[in-house]
């Protein structure tokens, strides 16, 4: 009996032990292989937020460019290797605001989105948000009023085909001459989106005369100097949505101002050696209308003073741009 | 007793090496995080520099550095150098727009080396836009016009002279 008993509590002790061991290896190694596989899905997020950001600043780059001195436009392509969401954003704070790119890429067929925001202070980029594809066009036209104030650039995916209908002529002519795949002129498809020049029932509506284009039932301002007659707010509307435009339109307002006081007091320095002056009042009226402006409609009030600057300007014995 | 003891000595053994290999672990993945972090840097240094190589050629015909139609027709790579002093003075609003470090313009022909203010303006040849005081890469060059308006005998006339145009990107590294 008590032999038997013995062998009873051997056993039980060895199957203890073993089942222990095995228990404490088991925890450990699920705790490592919980912590490899952690650490591994971690790094391939990280990996790929900084290929998103890596490439949302490329494109940044690639816009420097695309900086006009005489052209009155230029257009170039960029190929991403994998099918790509461009996130255009926009904040319109601070001194400039700020032009914000965020990148989705698609994965095994599923975007991943990341939260890396690369953003440019002296970028203005329209386009809808959110454009996808793996070849994008590029291209830029300079906005004056009545000075050079920046360089804006639209982005339109290939996928995306606008047809511009009834367009007059100087902006057919452009639009031909930029040789740009996806903006056409004529023989337009079913799913192109239909830009219209005098009504109808299209995508976008632009009426040139009142200086508004009509997008989703909204209407975005545009207005400008005789070098461009505006055109370059034009495609700005045409190409983004009405939060982006809005946005980016005060950013510009907002580099405007800087600039009216810039030139503000570039006339008091070149006062000194004889030249006129006659501007600064005005170009100070200019930098609070611009620091005010609220919404695109306001353009028509800034027009005037624009233009009034304008011809002081073209009158002076020292031109200040 | 003596099997109690063997069995704590296992259970010690095992979480000695379980506490070695997890150091084993954590050093070989700072090791490689050093590696990545510092890729990480270099690509941004790199792509700072891109940026500053490929700005170099555009900034003087962005509207705070053009000449415009200012001096007649207009012109390219042509820096109007009154406006530059305009933007001198205001450059406290301009500190990140440009996303460089330092920006520099410098008279070569005729040399002059002076730094210039408000006060000896415009007989002085190196004017300091911007300066972040950072670690930067090596200066990217252009050559420029660098124009202003001046006066002889009561005649204003447009006074151009070659300058050198220089942007240094930060260094992440």
Known sequence: MCGLRDKMTKKKKGALEMSFGWLFALVAGAVILFF????????????????????????????????????????TSITIPVETRINNKCDDTGTFGKQIIQLDQKNLNKWTKTDINVFFENKYIF???GIEGKQFYIFSKPFSFPFKVADLFYITSANDIYCFINAPNEIATEINDLNQSNLITKNCSSNAIKVCFSGGNCDINVNDYAGYVEKNGKEMYFAGTEDDYGNALMYAAIFSNYDIYECQLKRLM???RELSLLYASNELITETRGCDYNIGGNLNELSDLAAKLNSS????IMKVQVDIINEENSARKCKLW | MKKDKHGQLKIQQMTFMLIAVTFLFILVGLFFLSIRLYNVKQTAT??????AMLL???LANSPEFSCGNAFGTSRTNCLDFDKLMALWNRIDNYSDFWGVAKIEVRKIYPDESTLCDNFNYPNCGDIKILDKNVN??????NFVSLCRKDTNRNEIYDKCELALLMISSESKK
Not at chain 1, 54 to 75: C, R, Y
Not at chain 1, 297 to 300: C, R, S
Request: hydrophobic share 30%; no cysteine; proline share 3%.
């Open chain 1, 297 to 300: 409609e306001e353009l028509k």
């Open chain 2, 46 to 51: 790199t792509l700072e520099q891109q940026n």
């Open chain 1, 36 to 75: 490899a596989i952690y650490i591994s899905t971690r790094l391939i997020n990280t990996e790929k937020e900084t290929l998103s950001a890596q490439t949302g600043k490329e494109i940044g780059i690639l816009l420097n460019p695309l900086e006009t001195s005489f052209q009155s436009a230029q257009t």
């Open chain 2, 136 to 141: 930067t890469q090596p200066a990217v060059s």
């Open chain 2, 56 to 58: 170099v050629s555009k």
């Open chain 1, 254 to 256: 907002l580099r405007e």
């Open chain 1, 127 to 129: 386009s809808t948000d």
